[in-house]
């Protein structure tokens, strides 16, 4: 016989640890279960992304009043940040208005986070090429593309040029087009390839960045940029880089020559810097904002739609609401109402030349 009695519960050795009552931990690392929540930075501060290198972002903080019973008034600043682990998916690029958490002082060694960026405005983007359907965003939030052309040395390219404009009107940017180096060629020719669509034109001689008169080409591109973003883009050794020193002296961007063999311009920008362009004379919230970009000799419009073209001709919309169904616009396609209104005179020699510019751009 046992020596101690089976049949009584409480007292067998056993009870106390029996598997029904053992208790067991739910979380072995005891560490917290992961959760879609995001916190929701009430605190966060707003700046504009002007620069990006190897995962850190420059971003520009706007000046805050003091708020009674809150945080004290802060000077604008410039913070180095890097983004949150949910955005690490998300591209971020010059322009963009982000959300800024962490030490916002802007103090040297100070790193702040980026948790938000906000709805841009517009987007202007890029392929590698024709065929490539993957899109890269340059630039977020820009109203304005100069394009910067040079009348030779390196010849101008109509083809590159065309599909700037394509960029531009699919982004919804209002393009402008410079062409420097007016003393070695005769810029007419290559300008009467747009003079139907109504783009403005500035033309520039050497001499013409050192001159700042009122009357001057530099001061007309000043007054153009002023309260605007506005992104350069042009082929490379045609004098984008020194016309951005003219219009931000303490830019010192990197300048470059044209080689005498290839007719090629070296790359001086290795990457895109939004700069703060003041107009002499203006209030501080008229300044106007510049992002230049590297040269490049090929532009990829894989992502580019019809749509996005015409876009950029709102004078002719009625009449493409007109054409049949399915309708490409081109001069291949059969009962296009571009013709009929060229040839029944309801569009004059002008609107002719605008059929024909935006039919080189769908192309």
């Given at each position: ?46 700046g504009?992304?002007t ?47 982000v ?14 986070r980026?948790v938000a ?163 002499p004379?203006?209030?501080?919230g ?78």
């Open positions: 016989m046992s020596w101690f009695n089976v049949d009584d519960e409480d007292d067998a050795p056993y009870g106390e640890y029996a598997d029904h009552e053992v208790r067991t931990r739910p979380n072995p690392k005891a560490n917290r279960p992961r959760t879609k929540r995001r916190p929701e930075h009430a605190d966060a501060v707003t504009m992304i620069a990006v290198d190897r995962g850190r972002y420059t971003a520009l903080v706007p000046a805050t009043p003091a708020v009674k019973g809150g945080p004290k008034a802060a000077p604008e600043r410039v913070v180095v940040a890097a983004r949150a682990r949910e955005l690490r998916k998300t591209a971020i690029v010059i322009g963009d208005r959300q800024l958490v962490g030490d916002v002082s802007g103090d040297e060694g100070s790193l702040s980026i960026v906000e709805e841009r405005t517009t987007m202007l983007r890029r392929s590698a090429d024709d065929s490539d359907r993957v899109e890269r965003i340059m630039v977020a939030n820009a109203e304005q593309m100069l394009i910067v052309v040079a009348a030779a040395n390196p010849e101008p390219r109509v083809r590159l040029v065309d599909r700037y404009l394509v960029a531009a009107y699919d982004a919804g940017i209002q393009p402008l087009i410079c062409l420097t180096k007016i003393d070695l060629a005769d810029p007419e020719p290559f300008l009467e390839n747009f003079a139907a669509l109504e783009v403005p034109i500035f033309r520039s001689a050497p001499g013409a960045w050192e001159d700042d008169s009122p009357a001057g080409v530099l001061s007309q591109i000043r007054e153009t940029l002023a309260g605007k973003t506005t992104v350069f883009v042009g082929h490379s050794g045609v004098g984008k880089s020194t016309l951005i020193n003219a219009l931000v002296p303490e830019a010192e961007r990197a300048t470059g020559h044209v080689n005498e063999v290839t007719g090629r311009g070296r790359h001086t920008s290795s990457s895109s810097v939004a700069l703060r362009a003041a107009t004379g203006a209030a501080a008229e300044s106007g904002w510049v992002i230049d970009t590297p040269g490049v000799r090929s532009f990829g419009l894989g992502h580019v739609t019809s749509d996005g073209i015409l876009r950029g001709f709102t004078d002719l919309v009625p009449l493409l609401d007109a054409c049949p169904r399915g309708c490409s616009h081109t001069e291949e396609a059969p009962d296009c109402e571009l013709d009929l209104a060229i040839a029944d005179g309801r569009l004059d020699a002008l609107g002719a030349r605008r059929v024909e510019s935006l039919r080189r751009l769908l192309k």
